[in-house]
């Protein structure tokens, strides 16, 4: 009934905008303030001669009018009001400082007519006021400048929060804590807001009948998607620093199976001053419904690997790369290097660690890998002590059609990097590898595997010749969300653009992780290596690429086949349905970290692998794709070719 109420009032008020404008009204200058509470005074004088008129006997004669002395205790208050400036808030924007201005303005009202009374009693003994009506007026003055400024107050939240209710999202708030509550509280007072909160979803049950901040409790009783569409919400707001991760993900697909829109609030204690409460509530991301733990990192190990050392990133502009740029500088190195021959994004990430890192000793170079001559000048000059090689090209269908450039890059470029690193004594040389590498079916997995194969038969080598300075690490995992050329934008862009999305098999499975995970593990693989091991790392559950597209698809707000269709487009060349992350011959041993494991993987002898690389190379340069990808078949026998012109070759092998 009385939200009814408030709707009329402020759809008369809606109807007469022209003349009055809640949200153009000027500011009430400060004399119209004093004035206004200065009617107060006497209303709140009038109103306390009543009250005391009505409590003397009925035979004696009293007015309800103010006297001349009476008059002085509202004289006094005025003052007062000079005194602590309480005519100096906007009534709209009242706050609790502005009630403590009001209180000490009444209480020094009171004392100060109470002294004059008795003061005035002593000389003449005759009394000036009557010390009960000093009371009532006291508290009666107080309540109706305090109710005064609530109600000015409410009124305005009340029309304004009307005004934009068109464009409020209806939400639950998950979880009743500390952090849910600062979160509603925060998004109720704020104006224009984007959210309306309607009440708290309780996952425990324990207050039940109960409210916060005068919304109800909500038990959960059901799903939740069944629980916002019976309060008419649009969207749920998770605010529950205390949830587990398989519980979030199972709230977040419920909701995005009925097309609720979910959103992450932030902790009240990572809130940006500066910005919007409503602009840091941010929508569930693709990545926030991996069905994998957190990783967590060994701060102390890292520490010790980086801190104060001149560091090396090849591939430093890329999106693997710039992550570890990004990560190994909170770790203060004495000198961080990043190598890329791609000179915008070097540009770039060169941009970005002057923005976020001021103090930091760091030397953008345009450099190629495959260059022998100019990796070993870098090295000369420089002589890093840890070595990140994430430079690599990665696309599979672009290496099917070049595989002389996969040799190149992959192959040649690595083995420069691998061989400057020993002969310039560095510490420590990681090699960022890929799942494609298992079992290849392209020719970018196989230049990566003969990579590995390099990598691994140098440590062999210098480890029977006592050069054991340099300890070569391996890193493999598999797809990145969000790298360049990935799935996930092209899906985003496809939505974008009205879709379809387009998807190569219907059946087609990946592992994924994120770009910082995947280079937190890289960095601690690197850490943790003593030389020779081949990490690999815990992605999680494998994800079928049709689900993928369909969550991503109710993330943007849409629904799949009705809004943005999916559309099945035939494997790429060289791509196969599923990764491995190790072939049927390897076994793994676990290290500290659960998420990190060592592959048991077999070691060539350097000189043959020497050798064949470069009789790989010298047919990268003059030789026929078909050489060139029978000679990388030689050194990878279990490289078979799928849905590729290659296939052929398969054959000749066997």
């Given at each position: ?576 349905l599923y990764e491995e992350l190790l072939n049927d011959k390897s076994e793994t041993l676990p290290t500290y970290n659960e998420k990190i494991m060592i592959a048991k993987i077999e070691c060539y002898d350097y000189a043959t692998i020497n050798k064949l690389i470069t009789d790989l ?38």
């Amino acid at each position: 009934m009385l939200r009814k109420l408030k709707q009329a009032v402020f759809q008369v008020l809606e109807s007469s905008r022209k003349k009055i404008d809640f949200k153009n009204i000027n500011y009430l200058p400060r004399w119209a303030i004093l004035c206004f509470d200065s009617v107060i005074l006497l209303t709140a004088l009038v109103v306390t001669k009543i009250i005391i008129g009505n409590l003397k006997s009925g035979n004696v004669y009293f007015s309800y009018l103010p006297t001349g002395q009476e008059l002085i205790v509202v004289l006094v208050n005025i003052l007062f009001f000079i005194f602590f400036r309480t005519y100096a808030g906007l009534i709209r924007h009242s706050t609790f400082i502005d009630a403590v201005k009001l209180f000490l303005a009444s209480a020094t009202t009171l004392v100060t007519t109470l002294a004059i009374h008795y003061v005035f009693f002593l000389f003449t003994e005759e009394s000036i006021f009557l010390v009960p009506e000093i009371l009532v007026y006291a508290i009666v003055s107080f309540c109706g400048l305090f109710l005064f400024r609530i109600l000015v107050k409410h009124v305005f939240e009340e029309y304004l929060s009307y005004q934009y209710e068109e464009d409020q999202i209806n939400v639950l708030v998950y979880g009743t804590g500390e952090n849910a509550i600062a979160i509603a509280s925060a998004l109720k007072s704020e104006k224009p807001s984007r959210y309306k909160v309607l009440g708290f979803i309780d996952r425990e049950g324990k207050n039940k009948s109960k409210e916060i901040l005068g919304l109800p409790i909500v038990q959960l009783h059901r799903k939740v998607a069944v629980t916002l569409r019976a309060y008419g919400a649009q969207a749920l707001i998770i605010a529950d620093n205390k949830i587990t991760k398989e519980a979030s993900i199972a709230i977040i697909d419920n909701c995005l199976e009925y097309n609720f829109k979910v959103f992450r609030a932030p902790l009240i204690s990572d809130i940006e001053n500066n910005k919007s409460l409503s602009n840091q509530i941010e929508k569930i991301q693709i990545e926030d419904i991996l069905e994998r733990d957190p990783i967590k990192l060994d701060n102390k190990l890292v520490a010790k690997e980086i801190y104060n050392k001149c560091i090396l990133v090849t591939g430093g502009a890329g999106s693997i790369g710039s992550e570890i740029v990004r990560q190994v500088a909170n770790y203060n190195p004495k000198k961080l290097l990043i190598l890329d021959n791609a000179e915008t994004p070097l540009y770039r990430i060169q941009h970005e660690i002057n923005q976020n890192f001021p103090n930091l000793d760091f030397e953008a170079i345009i450099s190629d890998v495959r260059n022998r001559e100019v990796i070993d000048e870098v090295f000369s000059k420089h002589r890093p002590n840890v070595v990140y090689h994430a430079a690599a090209y990665k696309h599979v269908p672009l290496m099917e059609k070049h595989p002389s450039q996969a040799v190149f890059a992959n192959v040649v470029g690595s083995k420069n990097v691998a061989d400057m690193s020993s002969k310039y004594e560095a510490e420590k040389f990681v090699m960022v590898s890929t799942d494609k590498a298992v079992n290849p079916s392209n020719v970018m997995g196989a230049s990566k595997r003969i990579a590995e194969i390099y990598v691994q038969a140098l440590q062999s080598k210098l480890k029977k010749e006592n050069k054991t300075t340099t300890q070569f690490v391996t890193t493999r995992f598999g797809n990145v969300l969000g790298s360049n050329g990935s799935v996930v934008p092209l899906f985003k862009k496809q939505i974008e653009e009205g879709g379809p999305l387009t998807i190569t098999h219907p059946d087609i499975i990946r592992y994924f992780m994120t770009i910082p995970e995947a280079c937190q593990l890289v960095i601690e693989a690197g850490a943790m290596g003593n030389g020779g091991e081949v990490f690999i790392f815990d992605m999680g559950e494998a994800v079928k690429i049709i689900d993928l597209a369909k969550k991503i698809i109710r993330l943007a707000g849409f629904v799949p086949y009705k809004d943005i269709d999916i559309k099945v487009i035939g494997l790429r060349p060289g791509e196969k349905l599923y990764e491995e992350l190790l072939n049927d011959k390897s076994e793994t041993l676990p290290t500290y970290n659960e998420k990190i494991m060592i592959a048991k993987i077999e070691c060539y002898d350097y000189a043959t692998i020497n050798k064949l690389i470069t009789d790989l190379t010298a047919s990268a340069k003059d030789g026929s794709k078909n050489e060139i990808v029978l000679k990388m078949k030689d050194i990878v026998p279990e490289f078979l070719s799928m849905n590729s012109d290659f296939e052929r070759l398969d054959k000749k092998i066997v």
